[in-house]
């Protein structure tokens, strides 16, 4: 199976595994702020996002931060995500923790073995090395469950809504995602599976930050995606940009509920990305066909 096949097809199991996704207890909220979330790439949006969903009770950090402050790990409880179990950041983190707990798909991997404690990560796949799709969806959730209590409604809906609106989606050269306090963490995640699936130029930022920098390097043509519900602000801010020649894309989630939007959120992301290769007739992820890429990142993280 190659990759784009095996993408889409972890994207589809997505609304069956949410029906089936078990949270974890809520860490004691006089716990949270001595806990912090850690991870890299797809796992650091996952931490991001108990952050914000905890109203920064807990804090999200870079696993390489913490090693060059030891005495954060050394005097928290560290929560480490990694789907893989094998980025070495991750690992000497785990080392000087005061207590560190994985999340992780493996719990038979270097991680597993380092932490004090693994929450196994249960989602299906097809057993193909592609971009993370189900993979992150449960990581973040379980990341959420630790730091609030959430219910998963209406998720078949909430899929159907965000496949409709993807399907109807077209990029300029250059892509700019735009996110608030909940929404941040899925613009990072949805410019990784550009870069990712596509070897796109994008980039993510919160919504105010935009007007004050990234928005003086756009030109004509480049597109816009705001993540955030319709509101008077992010309403102006798309008829300005409007204005000066930008694609302005602004995806509706059928709901004002936190969760729902992050569902939401999360499979337009995946979606764009995977309707534009297949439009391309791509096969396989850009990263999975960039071998000098992937090997030189390779060598950075493991």
Avoid: W
């Amino acid at each position: 199976m190659q990759t784009i096949e095996a993408y889409e097809k972890d994207i589809n199991l997505q609304v069956e595994c949410l029906g089936k996704f078990k949270p974890c207890s809520v860490i004691p909220r006089n716990k949270q702020s001595k806990t912090i979330f850690c991870g890299s790439g797809d796992s650091l949006a996952a931490s991001m996002l108990a952050e914000a969903f905890s109203e920064f009770r807990v804090r999200a950090m870079d696993p390489l931060d913490l090693l060059k402050n030891p005495t954060i790990p050394r005097n928290n409880d560290v929560c480490i995500v990694s789907i893989s179990g094998r980025t070495i950041s991750n690992i000497r983190v785990a080392k000087l923790a005061k207590h560190s707990i994985g999340i992780t798909a493996n719990p038979q991997n270097k991680l597993g073995k380092t932490v004090s404690r693994i929450i196994p990560l249960k989602f299906p796949n097809n057993d193909v090395f592609t971009a993370g799709s189900i993979s992150y969806l449960e990581s973040a959730l379980m990341c959420i469950s630790l730091v609030n209590h959430f219910k998963i409604k209406d998720s078949k809906k909430i899929f159907q809504s965000a496949k409709r609106q993807a399907q109807r989606i077209s990029l300029g050269k250059r892509v700019f995602f735009l996110g608030n306090l909940l929404t941040y963490p899925s613009a990072m995640y949805a410019a990784a599976k550009l870069y990712e699936i596509l070897g796109y130029d994008a980039y993510y930022e919160r919504i105010e930050q935009f007007s004050h920098m990234e928005l003086f390097s756009c030109v004509p043509g480049d597109t816009i995606v705001i993540f955030e519900k319709k509101n008077p602000h992010n309403s102006n801010l798309a008829k300005q940009l409007k204005k000066i020649g930008l694609n302005v894309i602004h995806p509706d989630p059928p709901s004002a509920n936190k969760i729902s939007q992050f569902l939401f959120y999360t499979f337009f992301s995946q979606l764009v990305p995977l309707n534009l290769a297949k439009k391309k007739g791509q096969k396989d992820c850009h990263f999975v066909t960039s071998k000098k890429l992937r090997n030189a990142s390779d060598k950075m993280i493991y």
